[in-house]
C-alpha cells in the first residue's frame, strides 16, 4: 500500500514540475506553450542517451539534460512564441507551439526509436527496494526542491523580481526600461533547465521515451488547472492529486483507464472552481 | 464573364473530374488513395467550420473519427445491421459524442479547449483498448463491406466521392451565408460578435455537432476502406493531421483545405522519403506556414498575385449619400 | 425579461414600423447607475435618458466613466446599483446579444471589424438579429434563405453607399483607412434596424471634413427616428450636433440640457472645458 502512495506521489511530482514549468513561461509570456510537457520528455532520453550512448557520468549527464532543456526551452521563445506574440491573432501561439511539439517529438521518435528504453541508475540500489526506490524518491525531491528554488529565486533575486514584474503588468515593466523580450528568453530558458532537470529526474520511472511528451504535457497541464494557474503550490497540490488518484485507480482497478481518471478529476474541480484550487480569480487563462 | 459564371464553371468542372476520376485514375492504388481523400475530407469539411471559420482550436477530431469507426465495425460486423442503418448511427454517435465533448469544453479559454480535445482523443483510445469484449481490444475488427453496388473499389469511391460532395455542399452553404460571416465574428473579434447578437456559445456548439456527425461518417467509411481497425489505426497524429490541413489551407475557406487535404494526403504517398518523416513533415509545415503565411497557403498565392499584378487602389473621400441613407433607414427590406 | 415590451422582431419581409411612428415612450434610460470594480467607483447615482429622434451627447474628462456607462447601455456590465430600462422595462439582466435583438446598436473606440473579410461582408454581419435562417436551413441551402441573404445584403450595399463607404465595398476591412473603419462600424450597427444607437468617440482620428460628413449622418439618423448617443472629445461637435448633452466627471452627472446651458455651465468649464 505504501509503494502505492510513493509511485502515485512519484509520477505526481513529475507532473507537478511539469505545473511549474507551465507557471514560469507563464508569468512572463501569458502563453502556455504545448511543448512544456517536451522538455521534461528531452531531459529524460538525452539524460539516457549520455549515460549509456556516450557512457558519461551521471552528474555530466544531469547537466547535460539541463543544458538540453534549456536550450530547447529558449528555441520554443525564439521560434515560437516572440514572432508570433506580436500578432493581432490570439491563438497563434497554440498553433506554433503545437507545430514545434510535433516535430520534436517525431524527430526524437526517429532517432532514439518508438520504444521506451531504460534509464540507468544515478544512485547504487537493488531493485528491491521497494518504496524506498530512488525512481520514486528523486521526483519527489526534486518537485520540492523546485517549488522552494522558485520561492527563493522570486523573492530573493533580482531577476525573480523582475519576473514577477512582467507577470504583473508587462506594459509597465516595458515602460520601467526592463527588457521585457530577453526577461522572457530568460524565463523560457530557465524553465526549459528546470523540466530537462525533472525529466532526468524521473528517467527511471518513466523510461526514456518520444511520446512522453505529449502525455506530460496534458498531465502537467491537468496538474496545473486543478493546483491553479499562477500558483507554485497549487501545481505541487494538483500533481499529487492526480498521481494519487491515479495510483490508487490503477491499484483498485486496474490501469486502463489512466487518462479517463485524469481527465474526471479536472472536469470536477473545473466545475466546481474555475479557476482550480489556489488559483486566483483575475489571472486570466489563455 | 461575371464571378458568378466562372465559379459555376469551376464547379462543373471540378463535379466533372471527380466523377469520371476512376477512368483516369491510374491504377487501384490511386483509386484508394482518391477514396482515402473523400474519406478524410468528409470529416476536414465539417472540422474546418470549427477550426477554420469559428476559430475553435480543436485537436481530438480522432477521437470521434474512432468513435464512427468502431460504432460501424460493431453495428454493421457483429450486430448485423444494415450497411446504410449503420452509417447513419454512426454518424449520429459521432454528432452527440460531439455535444457530450463540446457541452463542458467550448466555454474554456483556447488552450484549455485544444487540451480538452486531445485528452478526448486518448480517453477514446483508452476506452477502445480496454473495452476488449466490445471492440476486440488490441486486436481491433473488421471493417464491414457495403452492399452492391459500393462493393468494388469504383462502387466504394462513388459513395465516398458523393458523400464528400454532399458534406462539401453543406459546408459551403454555411459558410457563404450569414452564419459564415458570424461563425468568422466569434473567430475573429468575439466582443462585435456579441454587440450583433450572434450566440457564442451556441453557435460553436452547433458547428462542433455538425463536425462530429461528418466526423462519424467518415468513421464509418473510414472503417470499410481500410478494411480492419485496430487502435493504432487512430493515433492522435491523425487528429493533427487533420488540423494542419485546414490551417495549412487557410482559415475562412473552403477550397484551401480541401486542396490541403489533397495535397498532404497524397504527398506522402508520392515523396517516399515525406513517408519516412511523417509526422514531422507536419509539424514542421504547420510551424513554417504559422510564422511565414498565418493565413495559409491559399492566401500567400493571392498576396503573390497582388505583387505581380496589383490591383489599384483608390483612395476616394468619403462621402456619405444622405437621401440614400434616410430610405435605407426609413425603408423596408 | 417581460413580454409586454414591444419587440422589433417580425416577419423578414414585412417593413419595419419607422421608428418616427412609434410610442413617444421609447426611450432607453440609466436610472441612478452605480458601477464600481474593486475600490474603483466607476459611476455614481448616474441618469441618463436616451430619446427616440433624438442626439444626445455625453462627454467628460478621461476617466469620468463614459464608456462605462456606455458598456452597462449595451450590457457588456452589470450595474451594482439602479436599473436600465427600455420603454419602461428592466433590461439590467439582459445579455448584449438580447439587447441587439431589442433594437440597442453600439461602435467601438477602437473598431472592432472582421480584417480578413471585405467590407460588404463585415457591414452585414450587423444584420444577425433579425435574419430568420437557422444553421439547418443554411446548410440544406433552402431557397429563402438565399433570398433573405440577398436582401439582408443589397440593403447593407444601401447603408454602406448611405455612410460614403460604395467605393470600397470589396475592400478587405483591414485595409480601409482609420475613418473609413469608423463609418463602416456605423453602417454595421445599421444592419441591424436599431432605434437606439451608440457612439463611443466615432470622430477620434477623423479630419475636419470627414466629423461634417459624421455630423450629417448622424442628423440623418435622428430625422430617421433613431436615438443617439454620442460619447465625444469634439466637444464643438457635440455642442453642434446634440440635442441635448450630458456632463460626467469623476462619476457623476455634473450638468444635463440643451447645448448652450452645458457650454456656458461654470462646473463644466472648470472640470472639462477650460477658460
Known amino acids: 500500500m505504501f509503494t502505492v502512495v510513493v509511485s502515485g506521489l512519484a509520477i505526481g511530482m513529475l507532473y507537478a514540475a511539469v505545473a511549474l514549468v507551465y507557471n514560469v513561461m507563464f508569468s512572463t509570456s501569458k502563453v502556455l506553450s504545448v511543448t512544456t510537457g517536451h522538455i521534461a520528455m528531452l531531459g529524460g532520453v538525452f539524460g539516457a542517451w549520455f549515460m549509456t550512448g556516450l557512457h558519461l557520468h551521471w552528474v555530466i549527464g544531469l547537466a547535460g539534460a539541463i543544458a538540453?532543456?534549456?536550450?530547447?526551452?529558449?528555441?520554443?521563445?525564439?521560434?515560437?512564441?516572440?514572432?508570433?506574440?506580436?500578432?493581432?491573432?490570439?491563438?497563434?501561439?497554440?498553433?506554433?507551439?503545437?507545430?514545434?511539439?510535433?516535430?520534436?517529438?517525431?524527430?526524437?521518435?526517429?532517432?532514439?526509436?518508438?520504444?521506451?528504453?531504460?534509464?540507468?541508475?544515478?544512485?547504487?540500489?537493488?531493485?528491491?527496494?521497494?518504496?524506498?526506490?530512488?525512481?520514486?524518491?528523486?521526483?519527489?525531491?526534486?518537485?520540492?526542491?523546485?517549488?522552494?528554488?522558485?520561492?527563493?529565486?522570486?523573492?530573493?533575486?533580482?531577476?525573480?523580481k523582475l519576473f514577477l514584474a512582467m507577470s504583473e503588468d508587462a506594459f509597465a515593466a516595458r515602460a520601467r526600461g526592463v527588457s521585457t523580450d530577453r526577461i522572457r528568453v530568460l524565463s523560457y530558458v530557465l524553465s526549459g533547465a528546470l523540466g530537462g532537470l525533472a525529466g532526468f529526474a524521473a528517467g527511471q520511472l518513466t523510461f526514456a521515451y518520444f511520446a512522453l511528451g505529449l502525455t506530460l504535457t496534458l498531465n502537467g497541464f491537468i496538474a496545473l488547472a486543478v493546483g491553479g494557474l499562477g500558483s507554485n503550490v497549487g501545481a505541487l497540490i494538483g500533481g499529487a492529486a492526480l498521481g494519487l488518484l491515479n495510483a490508487f485507480a490503477s491499484h483498485w482497478f486496474g490501469g486502463s483507464y489512466q487518462q479517463t481518471i485524469a481527465v474526471g478529476l479536472l472536469m470536477v474541480v473545473l466545475l466546481l472552481k474555475p479557476e482550480g484550487l489556489l488559483g486566483s480569480k483575475n489571472v486570466r487563462p489563455v | 464573364?461575371?464571378?458568378?459564371?466562372?465559379?459555376?464553371?469551376?464547379?462543373?468542372?471540378?463535379?466533372?473530374?471527380?466523377?469520371?476520376?476512376?477512368?483516369?485514375?491510374?491504377?487501384?492504388?490511386?483509386?484508394?488513395?482518391?477514396?482515402?481523400?473523400?474519406?478524410?475530407?468528409?470529416?476536414?469539411?465539417?472540422?474546418?467550420?470549427?477550426?477554420?471559420?469559428?476559430?475553435?482550436?480543436?485537436?481530438?477530431?480522432?477521437?470521434?473519427?474512432?468513435?464512427?469507426?468502431?460504432?460501424?465495425?460493431?453495428?454493421?460486423?457483429k450486430m448485423g445491421w444494415h450497411p446504410a442503418a449503420a452509417l447513419i448511427a454512426a454518424g449520429a454517435l459521432g454528432g452527440l459524442c460531439g455535444?457530450?465533448?463540446?457541452?463542458?469544453?467550448?466555454?474554456?479559454?483556447?488552450?484549455?479547449?485544444?487540451?480538452?480535445?486531445?485528452?478526448?482523443?486518448?480517453?477514446?483510445?483508452?476506452?477502445?483498448?480496454?473495452?476488449?469484449?466490445?471492440?476486440?481490444?488490441?486486436?481491433?475488427?473488421?471493417?464491414?463491406?457495403?452492399?452492391?453496388?459500393?462493393?468494388?473499389?469504383?462502387?466504394?469511391?462513388?459513395?465516398?466521392?458523393?458523400?464528400?460532395?454532399?458534406?462539401?455542399?453543406?459546408?459551403?452553404?454555411?459558410?457563404?451565408?450569414?452564419?459564415?460571416?458570424?461563425?468568422?465574428s466569434i473567430r475573429d473579434n468575439p466582443v462585435a460578435a456579441q454587440a450583433v447578437g450572434v450566440p457564442l456559445f451556441r453557435a460553436k456548439l452547433t458547428v462542433f455537432v455538425f463536425s462530429g456527425i461528418t466526423a462519424g461518417i467518415a468513421g464509418a467509411t473510414f472503417s470499410s476502406l481500410q478494411s480492419y481497425i485496430t487502435p493504432d489505426t487512430f493515433v492522435f497524429e491523425l487528429s493533427l493531421f487533420f488540423f494542419v490541413c485546414i490551417i495549412i489551407g487557410g482559415r475562412g475557406s473552403i477550397v484551401g483545405p480541401f486542396l490541403g487535404t489533397v495535397v498532404l494526403t497524397a504527398l506522402p504517398e508520392l515523396v517516399a522519403p515525406l513517408a519516412k518523416l511523417g509526422n514531422f513533415f507536419y509539424g514542421l509545415l504547420l510551424l513554417v506556414v504559422v510564422l511565414a503565411v498565418p493565413e495559409g497557403i491559399g492566401r500567400m498565392v493571392e498576396v503573390v498575385i497582388e505583387r505581380v499584378r496589383p490591383r489599384v487602389v483608390s483612395n476616394e473621400p468619403i462621402e456619405p449619400d444622405l437621401p440614400r441613407l434616410a430610405r435605407a433607414i426609413g425603408a423596408p427590406s | 425579461m417581460s413580454s409586454t415590451v414591444s419587440l422589433p422582431v417580425g416577419p423578414a419581409f414585412a417593413p419595419p414600423v419607422a421608428a418616427s411612428t412609434q410610442q413617444a415612450a421609447a426611450t432607453l434610460e440609466a436610472n441612478d447607475i452605480g458601477k464600481h470594480f474593486g475600490g474603483i467607483h466607476a459611476l455614481e447615482g448616474v441618469s441618463l435618458q436616451l430619446r427616440a429622434g433624438e442626439v444626445h451627447g455625453l462627454i467628460g474628462?478621461?476617466?469620468?466613466?463614459?464608456?462605462?456607462?456606455?458598456?452597462l447601455l449595451s450590457g457588456y456590465y452589470q450595474p451594482n446599483s439602479g436599473v436600465i430600462r427600455l420603454d419602461g422595462?428592466?433590461?439590467?439582466?439582459?445579455?448584449?446579444?438580447?439587447?441587439?435583438?431589442?433594437?440597442?446598436?453600439?461602435?467601438?473606440?477602437?473598431?472592432?471589424?472582421?480584417?480578413?473579410?471585405?467590407?460588404?461582408?463585415?457591414?452585414?454581419?450587423?444584420?444577425?438579429?433579425?435574419?430568420?435562417?437557422?444553421?439547418?436551413?443554411?446548410?440544406?441551402?433552402?431557397?429563402?434563405?438565399?433570398?433573405?441573404?440577398?436582401?439582408?445584403?443589397a440593403r447593407a450595399v444601401e447603408l454602406l453607399h448611405g455612410v460614403g463607404l460604395g467605393h470600397v465595398l470589396r475592400r478587405r476591412a483591414?485595409?480601409?483607412?482609420?475613418?473609413?473603419?469608423?463609418?463602416?462600424?456605423?453602417?454595421?450597427?445599421?444592419?441591424?434596424?436599431?432605434?437606439?444607437?451608440?457612439?463611443?468617440?466615432?470622430?477620434?482620428?477623423?479630419?475636419?471634413?470627414?466629423?461634417?460628413?459624421?455630423?450629417?449622418?448622424?442628423?440623418?439618423?435622428?430625422?430617421?427616428?433613431?436615438?443617439?448617443?454620442l460619447v465625444e472629445h469634439h466637444t464643438d461637435f457635440v455642442f453642434r450636433v446634440c440635442d441635448r448633452v450630458t456632463t460626467l466627471n469623476v462619476g457623476r452627472v455634473i450638468k444635463h440640457g440643451a447645448p448652450d446651458e452645458v457650454r456656458n455651465d461654470a462646473e463644466v468649464i472648470r472640470v472639462y472645458l477650460g477658460a
Open chain 2, 1 to 77: 464573364m461575371t464571378a458568378n459564371l466562372r465559379t459555376g464553371i469551376a464547379l462543373a468542372v471540378a463535379l466533372l473530374l471527380v466523377a469520371t476520376l476512376p477512368r483516369w485514375a491510374g491504377d487501384q492504388y490511386q483509386l484508394h488513395l482518391a477514396a482515402l481523400i473523400c474519406v478524410y475530407w468528409i470529416l476536414i469539411a465539417g472540422l474546418n467550420l470549427v477550426v477554420g471559420y469559428t476559430g475553435q482550436l480543436s485537436i481530438g477530431h480522432v477521437g470521434l473519427l474512432a468513435i464512427g469507426a468502431y460504432a460501424f465495425a460493431i453495428l454493421a460486423g
Open chain 2, 99 to 184: 455535444l457530450a465533448l463540446g457541452l463542458p469544453s467550448l466555454r474554456l479559454p483556447g488552450f484549455y479547449f485544444a487540451m480538452a480535445t486531445m485528452a478526448f482523443a486518448l480517453i477514446v483510445g483508452e476506452i477502445v483498448l480496454a473495452q476488449v469484449g466490445l471492440t476486440g481490444g488490441g486486436v481491433g475488427l473488421p471493417g464491414p463491406v457495403f452492399p452492391a453496388p459500393f462493393d468494388t473499389p469504383h462502387g466504394f469511391y462513388y459513395l465516398v466521392a458523393a458523400l464528400a460532395v454532399l458534406t462539401t455542399w453543406l459546408s459551403w452553404n454555411v459558410a457563404r451565408r450569414l452564419w459564415g460571416i458570424g461563425l468568422m
Open chain 1, 68 to 160: 538540453v532543456g534549456a536550450l530547447f526551452g529558449g528555441l520554443t521563445e525564439l521560434l515560437a512564441i516572440r514572432r508570433v506574440l506580436n500578432r493581432s491573432d490570439e491563438h497563434l501561439w497554440l498553433l506554433s507551439t503545437l507545430a514545434l511539439a510535433t516535430m520534436v517529438q517525431q524527430a526524437v521518435g526517429l532517432w532514439w526509436g518508438t520504444e521506451p528504453r531504460p534509464f540507468p541508475r544515478l544512485i547504487d540500489q537493488t531493485f528491491s527496494a521497494g518504496a524506498l526506490d530512488q525512481k520514486f524518491w528523486l521526483p519527489i525531491a526534486l518537485a520540492a526542491l523546485m517549488a522552494i528554488g522558485l520561492e527563493v529565486f522570486y523573492r530573493r533575486t533580482l531577476f525573480g
Open chain 3, 174 to 229: 483591414n485595409l480601409l483607412s482609420h475613418a473609413e473603419q469608423r463609418f463602416l462600424e456605423i453602417a454595421r450597427g445599421l444592419a441591424m434596424r436599431p432605434r437606439f444607437i451608440l457612439l463611443d468617440e466615432p470622430a477620434g482620428g477623423l479630419t475636419g471634413h470627414e466629423i461634417a460628413n459624421l455630423g450629417d449622418v448622424i442628423r440623418t439618423l435622428r430625422d430617421g427616428g433613431i436615438g443617439v448617443l
Open chain 3, 61 to 71: 474628462p478621461n476617466g469620468s466613466g463614459k464608456t462605462t456607462l456606455l458598456n
Open chain 3, 89 to 153: 422595462e428592466d433590461l439590467s439582466t439582459a445579455t448584449v446579444q438580447h439587447r441587439s435583438r431589442l433594437g440597442i446598436a453600439r461602435t467601438f473606440q477602437k473598431p472592432r471589424l472582421l480584417p480578413t473579410l471585405p467590407v460588404l461582408d463585415n457591414a452585414v454581419l450587423g444584420a444577425w438579429p433579425h435574419a430568420r435562417a437557422g444553421f439547418l436551413a443554411t446548410a440544406f441551402g433552402l431557397p429563402w434563405v438565399g433570398r433573405e441573404d440577398r436582401a439582408l445584403r
